[in-house]
């Protein structure tokens, strides 16, 4: 099992990056993907996740209307498009795959596999 994540790196704020997360080994179309984020010295957090079928997407609300998550059930790919960049974005963010309800949605815990994670800097 694998979830390789790229893209991420540094933009200044309003900016715009990308985050990807490959995944293979797993049966990625029956799975809920989910990415995550943790800034220094906090815990890691949620930020948006699309349920297996692709057309559910849920996003935290100091992401929602700037980000963006997608998949490619051909590519077994998602990702994480994010605009207009703030300081307060910076972390890793880290993929991850689960059979989740609805209510533990958005706690870490509760998810199978996980990427390395990749790091997002947003400097003012």
């Known amino acids: 099992v694998q979830l390789q994540a790229s893209g991420g790196g540094a933009v200044q704020t309003g900016g715009s990056l990308r985050v990807s997360c490959a995944a293979s080994g797993f049966n990625f179309n029956s799975y809920t993907m989910t990415w995550f984020r943790q800034a220094p010295g906090k815990e890691r957090e949620f930020v948006s996740s699309i349920r297996a079928s692709g057309g559910t997407t849920y996003y935290a609300d100091s992401v929602k209307g700037r980000f963006t998550i997608f998949r490619d059930r051909a590519k077994q790919t998602v990702a994480l498009q994010m605009n207009n960049l703030k300081p307060e974005d910076t972390a890793v963010y880290y993929c991850?795959?689960?059979?989740?309800?609805?209510?533990?949605?958005?706690?870490?815990?509760?998810?199978?596999?996980w990427g390395q994670g990749t790091q997002v800097t947003v400097s003012s």
């Open positions: 991850a795959a689960g059979n989740v309800i609805l209510s533990s949605l958005r706690e870490p815990q509760y998810y199978h596999y």
